[in-house]
């Protein structure tokens, strides 16, 4: 028994066959994504070269504007509630003492993890005037900078793109089974040969 075939059902003769707007709208969704997925890449390579670029230059201008000193804690770190003793515990601000470059004696607070009992010499950082500051950026810490500020950018544009092709294909899924649905409704019939 022949089949025969409609003729609105033939694909083209020649070419390519016929698109339907859904699948072009998938191509240029996908386009979009992977160009935007490379936008995404190199953006994140700016950043990272940008904070490597910022942190460096921040360590240079901090090991020149920073000294070391030996301060001496004026009073042992206090115990903190919960904390195990022998285990470090959160930071704590100490009283301390140094001796400037002048000869001056000086005093001030430092950040410490305890324990550490009173009178023992831990080093201090001070700038110009001879004022407490945190220790310098190193150049070693520019990296890591770099590669988180670079991930947290991949990180937050893929999710962004991710969402963006989660909600595309499922618009496309929709669109896809309503079309199939349509066109299936219009051949069932002469398929099954309940028109005849």
Avoid: C, K, Y
């Avoid at 935007?36 to 360590?59: C, D, I, K, W």
């Avoid at 201008?61 to 920073?66: G, L, N, W």
């Avoid at 410490?112 to 407490?132: I, K, Q, S, Y």
């Avoid at 670079?150 to 793109?161: P, R």
Wanted: no cysteine; hydrophobic share 45%; net charge positive.
């Amino acid at each position: 028994m022949a089949v025969r075939i409609e003729q609105e059902h033939r694909p083209p003769a020649r070419g390519r066959p016929a698109r339907r707007f859904n699948d072009r709208v998938e191509d240029a969704v996908a386009w979009l994504l992977a160009s935007l997925a490379l936008f995404t890449l190199l953006g994140a390579v700016v950043v990272g070269f940008g904070v490597h670029g910022h942190a460096s230059e921040r360590a240079r201008v901090e090991s020149d504007s920073r000294a070391p000193v030996r301060a001496v804690l004026l009073e042992a770190t206090p115990n903190v509630p919960g904390v195990e003793p022998g285990r470090m515990s959160p930071p704590v601000r100490v009283p301390v003492r140094w001796s400037g470059t002048d000869g001056a004696e000086h005093f001030g607070e430092l950040t410490l993890h305890g324990p550490l009992p009173a009178g023992m010499e831990v080093t201090a950082w001070v700038d110009r005037r001879g004022e407490l500051v945190g220790a310098p950026l190193t150049a070693g810490a520019a990296v890591p900078l770099a590669v988180m500020a670079a991930t947290g950018v991949l990180v937050a544009a893929g999710s962004g793109l991710s969402l963006l092709a989660i909600g595309a294909r499922r618009w496309v899924n929709v669109r896809n089974a309503a079309w199939w649905a349509e066109e299936w409704a219009q051949i069932e019939p002469r398929w099954s040969g309940r028109n005849r």
